[in-house]
């Protein structure tokens, strides 16, 4: 069963240095999302992305973050100066259409030092 | 804001039935979910229902939905020690594309 991977699944960065998270999406999938979970707390959405550019975003997905689509392939997202607020486990899921289900990948655990 | 409300633990013993329960305050909500969240592992989705069902069932996972008082619920029946995890609801509305999720149930299946 197709599957949306993510890489790396643990990042270690120092505060102020930039990280990027990358996610490959089921392959026909169209809508793309990124969301985070803080260790002990909800799962929170970030952002959703169709149609190469952004859909929706939270009031988290401040001008730190952003998102691209560099090819056919990859989703990624960059925190530009990260914070030690920062560090949480970052989940990528794809959808077919915005009201299928959405899959998530195994998730990024991001640590800020 | 909107919310979505999940007993944090459920222990049962193997073979019972586990019954988990949500609550969400968004009337808008279409769609919701419960996904599986295994230690270490990503979330994977379960089973999902519409708002205009009040019933699913697939294999050993019922989904009860009363729209009226926004209560979800998932029945394992037969639970085995493998459906020990963190199960979460979530919900999604039919004009937004961010589901909302509730903070997850710690299943816990004793031999």
């Known amino acids: 069963e197709p599957e949306v991977t993510q890489t790396p699944s643990h990042q270690v960065t120092q505060m102020g240095q930039e990280v990027i998270l990358r996610c490959v999406p089921i392959?026909?999938?169209?809508?793309f999302y990124w969301y985070r979970q803080i260790l002990g707390q909800k799962v929170e959405f970030l952002v959703s992305?169709?149609?190469?550019?952004?859909?929706?975003k939270s009031e988290i997905f401040d001008d730190q973050f952003s998102v691209e689509r560099p090819d056919g392939s990859n989703f990624t997202l960059k925190i530009r100066s990260t914070k030690l607020e920062d560090s949480a486990m970052y989940f990528c899921?794809?959808?077919?259409?915005?009201?299928?289900?959405?899959?998530f990948g195994d998730g990024t655990r991001l640590s800020i030092l | 804001g909107e919310d979505v409300e999940q007993s944090l633990f459920l222990s049962v013993r193997e073979g019972d039935s586990s019954v988990i329960n949500c609550t969400y305050t968004?009337?808008?909500?279409?769609?919701l979910y419960w996904y599986k969240q295994e230690p270490g592992a990503g979330l994977q989705l379960l089973t999902y229902?519409?708002?205009?069902?009040d019933m699913k069932q697939d294999q050993r996972l019922t989904v009860l939905l009363n729209k009226k008082d926004k209560h979800l619920s998932l029945r394992i029946a037969d639970t085995q020690t493998g459906d020990s995890a963190i199960y979460f609801c979530?919900?999604?509305?039919?004009?937004?594309?961010?589901?909302?999720f509730g903070a997850g149930t710690r299943l816990t299946v004793k031999p």
């Open positions: 899921a794809s959808s077919g259409d915005g009201n299928q289900p959405q899959h």
């Open positions: 392959s026909n999938h169209l809508y």
């Open positions: 992305f169709y149609n190469n550019e952004i859909s929706e």
């Open positions: 968004d009337s808008s909500s279409t769609y």
């Open positions: 229902i519409f708002s205009n069902m």
């Open positions: 979530a919900e999604k509305g039919s004009n937004n594309n961010d589901m909302r």
